[in-house]
């Protein structure tokens, strides 16, 4: 079974990725996330302070068009 790639804006190496508003509402994980790593989803209210880091997993999410 093919899987979709992660977003190019992503690096899951380096546990930051960059956002849009059109990804809002944010959860983690992002839909093109492996699945044998993956946590429970959680939502991120990344709007107001620009960034939100998953205390799950430790990714940073940076909004890029704030």
């Given amino acids: 079974m093919d899987k979709d790639p992660a977003p190019a804006y992503c690096a899951p190496k380096?546990?930051?990725?960059?956002?849009?508003?059109?990804d809002l509402p944010l959860h983690c994980p992002l839909p093109s996330m492996s699945l044998w790593n993956s946590h429970p989803r959680v939502f991120l209210p990344i709007e107001e302070s620009g960034q939100e880091l998953c205390?799950?997993?430790?990714?940073?999410?940076?909004?890029?068009?704030?």
């Fill in 55 to 66: 205390p799950y997993c430790g990714t940073l999410y940076v909004l890029k068009d704030r």
């Fill in 14 to 22: 380096d546990r930051r990725c960059e956002i849009t508003r059109a």
